[in-house]
């Protein structure tokens, strides 16, 4: 039987794409206003960012066991259930971006100065660390919101609100980044104000989504408290889904420091490229994204047949556009680069870079699609456990090798990179083809029926 119009995989994955496509724009928005400054703006911009997409992670901890566990009970037909999961995650994200301000506020230039950033840019990097703890704040509460539309299929909705944010964004950044008339504006800080403005703008406009669509009406006392039950069962998806993502994200933040260590240019080269890599990805993060949903619901109505159909259909989709992504970004990217005006060093680097990327794309594009359906089938700890191993063993170990001891600078980092994602990609198709995910599965649908039970 053919599944309902709402869940088919394109039908799911096109507005989660032009999401995902927003918010890389966004970014290479950000740093186009930056090269308007200097290119110590760039390198501080990329560096501190990676801060911020560090602490995104903890939010991942909420948003991604919220949205899976919320999948698995609307396609079981718990509604009850699937709106308790809903309002504790609203609660959990709203915590957790309160400690994450309090964090940057106190810690600013430590962090900074563990990551190695030059001391010439730390008077650009602490203020912009700082304000962007408050755009964390807000970012936790709106990423969970939206989350929660999409596992209810509502893609389309959550797609206008990112549209409506990044809007605000851009009409804020210009003039409180490089200032009107007279006023020179705020620089990086007006960048990040912007940011935390655009977000309570979502938030608002999340907030009465899930009462016109989904019918969940928040109340002042769902901020607060987090129910047990349905907190269990996010924090079942979400440590481990989030921590396969801390575990990459600690080794890239490593990586990041030997990069640092290279010099200037060598940091604003990992900008530039980094911002090109999510143009890349955004279409197999989008497949990934939608292949989670979809196999969620059939998860949670128990058809495992359907949902493995899914998965290879999304697994051959991911790859096929993935591998043209990165042929045109090989292209592309250093064109573009070089009407961003970067000098003749960051231009030989940048030309190296997109060549390791034809082959750490593919590999990307197994890890992202293949690793979405294992965490939906509830199989949430194997990849964490692969991630363990592979992050650390090349994204940091062969990194520094090459990069480091042999002296390849930052060609060697990213064979690094390459090498882990591939790694990863080929161990999670061995372990959906070898049918590992799906004890997880009838668990979990046990678990959904049983709590319907309690509820009857």
Not at 33 to 41: D, N, V, Y
Not at 80 to 107: M, P
Request: charged share 10%; aromatic share 8%.
């Amino acid at each position: 039987m053919n599944p309902p119009a709402r869940l088919r995989l394109f039908a799911i994955t096109w507005p989660i794409f032009v999401e995902n496509l927003l918010m890389v724009v966004m970014g290479l928005f950000g740093l186009w206003l930056t090269s308007r400054i200097s290119t110590g703006a760039v390198a501080t911009y990329g560096l501190v960012n990676q801060v911020f997409g560090a602490l995104q992670i903890v939010f991942r901890v909420v948003s991604i066991g919220t949205s899976v566990v919320v999948t698995q009970h609307h396609g079981a037909g718990d509604e009850a259930g699937a709106h308790a999961v809903a309002r504790t995650g609203l609660a959990a994200s709203a915590w957790l971006g309160l400690a994450c301000l309090l964090t940057l506020l106190l810690a600013a230039g430590g962090l900074l100065a563990l990551l190695n950033l030059p001391s010439g840019l730390m008077p650009l990097g602490e203020p912009y660390m700082r304000w962007l703890g408050l755009a964390l704040m807000f970012d936790a509460v709106s990423m969970t919101m939206i989350a929660v539309l999409r596992a209810y299929t509502h893609t389309t909705e959550s797609m206008k609100i990112v549209l409506a944010m990044n809007l605000v964004q851009i009409l804020l950044s210009v003039p409180l980044m490089l200032g009107v008339g007279s006023w020179s504006g705020w620089g990086l800080e007006g960048l990040a104000i912007a940011m935390a403005l655009s977000r309570v703008a979502a938030i608002g406009l999340a907030w009465r989504a899930w009462r016109e669509h989904l019918v969940i009406h928040v109340r002042l006392p769902d901020w607060l408290r987090l129910a047990r039950r349905p907190l269990s069962s996010i924090l079942h998806i979400g440590l481990p889904g989030a921590g396969e993502k801390v575990a990459f994200r600690i080794s890239f933040i490593i990586s990041m420091a030997m990069v640092a260590s290279f010099g200037q240019s060598a940091l604003a080269t990992h900008a530039y490229v980094w911002q090109a890599v999510q143009l890349v990805t955004l279409f197999t993060n989008s497949v990934g994204f939608g292949t989670e949903i979809v196999v969620g619901h059939h998860i949670g109505a128990g058809r495992l047949h359907r949902a493995n159909q899914v998965l290879w259909r999304a697994t051959v989709w991911g790859f096929c556009i993935m591998l043209a992504c990165a042929l045109a970004s090989f292209v592309l990217t250093p064109l573009a680069v070089a009407r961003a005006g970067a000098d003749e060093s960051v231009l030989r680097l940048v030309g190296l870079i997109v060549l390791i990327e034809l082959v750490l794309e593919p590999g990307r594009s197994f890890n992202t699609v293949v690793t979405s359906g294992l965490r939906a089938a509830g199989d949430a700890r194997f990849p964490v456990k692969v991630s363990m191993v592979s992050v650390f063993l090349f994204g940091v170990g062969l990194a520094w090798l090459l990069g480091v001891h042999a002296g390849m600078g930052l060609v060697g980092v990213w064979i690094g990179y390459a090498a882990d994602e591939c790694s990863r990609g080929l161990t999670m198709l061995w372990r959906w083809h070898s049918l590992g995910w799906v004890p997880y599965a009838r668990r979990a649908r046990r678990r959904i029926l049983a709590h319907m039970r309690s509820e009857a």
